[in-house]
């Protein structure tokens, strides 16, 4: 009998997320309400904010916008990122009405480089939005000092960081603002979601408005059981608000954070020991006093070292039944990018070459250990040639 698929990141959904979204469908509240209320409190209470400074949404690219705007940044300022992240870090630059600007990546932590940051900073720019790739924490220490230097403002990118930890802090609480994933690859899910964090409530106050088209009451507070209650337009939104179904899965998801962060850190561990004497660039040790999120174990294709490209890698591990992904081709890579811009990725070389060559393997809760032996064999069969 074949095996069946082994899907990339796939969610670890159990009985008590199934029992939240049917009582929630039965209590016949399904957009934001209650349980999005508790998953806000819930979240803040792992991070250690009160409710007043977290506010759920419908994705991070969501709470990256909102925050862009929240913050206050003047149209046309420049905004620091990485080229080593999925478009959205770059597109909710763009919709809030602000220019990116890209500073190259540490080629050990695939993190953006502090120097590379200090370096792309001009007279326009406002902001730096560094990512926590792969769920190791960027060096906030330096990018703090560097953004306190030039009056500038962070807001952390946070979508692989759930459970990273900089130094005893958790990433996302260094900023003015962090955001947060839940989409169904992520560490916690609730299929489609975000969290915005900060340290401001006010601006959080108005980031909760700006994600719900700008009324100064959601859909809970003017038509829940305490009766109808006016509301006002107080700037122009978007529609961004989360809603309870999706909060319903999150709450259960967690409250299961740490027992999913140890099964992902031990397969993450098996990985390493089982290709430690491969061709294969595998990812750099945890640093001292930091947390790792495990959220990608990718690793680095050299076709000269492993007798394969990248991309026949990925193929054939499909064919051996095993999902795989790309995290990520360099943003400057992308035609939009490069037509927009006339940017060229080799400006970028070190994020120019990790997007090239890496690959993410499987790394979900949900895999069994005989799941993480077929990814090992199938890995292994893929540089040993055999068919």
């Not at 934001?32 to 759920?56: I, K, N």
């Not at 947390?291 to 070292?305: E, G, K, M, Q």
């Not at 811009?341 to 690959?359: E, K, S, V």
């Not at 799941?371 to 199938?378: P, Y």
Request: glycine share 8%.
């Amino acid at each position: 009998m074949t095996a069946p698929y082994i899907v990339f990141a796939a969610p670890d959904i159990q009985d008590a997320e199934i029992a939240e979204v049917e009582a929630c469908l039965r209590s016949g509240w399904l957009g934001t309400g209650p349980r999005v209320a508790r998953f806000e409190s819930d979240f803040g209470a792992w991070l250690g904010l009160p409710p007043s400074q977290v506010a759920g949404v419908n994705s991070c690219t969501a709470a990256l916008h909102v925050s862009l705007i929240a913050a206050g940044l003047e149209p046309g300022s420049e905004v620091i990122t990485t080229p080593l992240t999925f478009c959205a870090t770059v597109n909710a630059i763009l919709h809030a009405g602000l220019v990116p600007v890209l500073a190259d990546v540490d080629p050990v932590t695939q993190n953006i480089d502090p120097d590379a940051i200090e370096a792309a900073i001009t007279p326009r720019t406002r902001a730096i939005l560094p990512v926590h790739f792969a769920g190791r924490p960027c060096d906030m220490d330096r990018i703090m000092a560097i953004a306190a230097k030039h009056e500038l403002v962070v807001i952390e990118d946070c979508a692989h960081a759930i459970e990273t930890l900089w130094k005893g802090r958790h990433a996302g609480t260094f900023g003015q603002f962090g955001c947060f994933s839940f989409y169904v690859t992520k560490n916690v899910v609730t299929g489609e979601g975000g969290m915005i964090v900060g340290r401001d409530a006010e601006a959080i106050a108005r980031a909760r408005v700006l994600a719900l088209h700008g009324m100064s009451k959601d859909a809970w507070h003017r038509f829940g059981d305490s009766g109808f209650k006016h509301y006002q337009v107080v700037e122009c939104g978007f529609k961004y608000n989360m809603m309870d179904m999706q909060a319903a899965i999150g709450i259960h998801q967690l409250a299961r954070v740490e027992t999913a962060w140890r099964r992902r850190e031990a397969i993450w561990s098996t990985y390493i020991d089982a290709f430690a004497d491969s061709p294969l660039g595998l990812p750099a040790d945890v640093e001292p006093q930091t947390r790792h999120a495990y959220h990608l174990f990718t690793i680095d294709i050299d076709p000269v070292r492993a007798g394969i490209s990248r991309d026949d890698f990925l193929q054939a591990m499909h064919v051996r039944g095993i999902g795989t992904g790309v995290h990520y081709l360099s943003v400057a890579e992308h035609p939009y990018y490069r037509e927009r811009f006339r940017w060229d990725p080799a400006q970028w070389p070190h994020a120019q070459r990790i997007g090239r060559g890496t690959m993410s393997l499987p790394l979900s809760p949900k895999l069994s250990d005989d799941d993480v032996e077929r990814v090992v064999a199938a890995v292994r069969a893929v540089l040993n040639g055999n068919a």
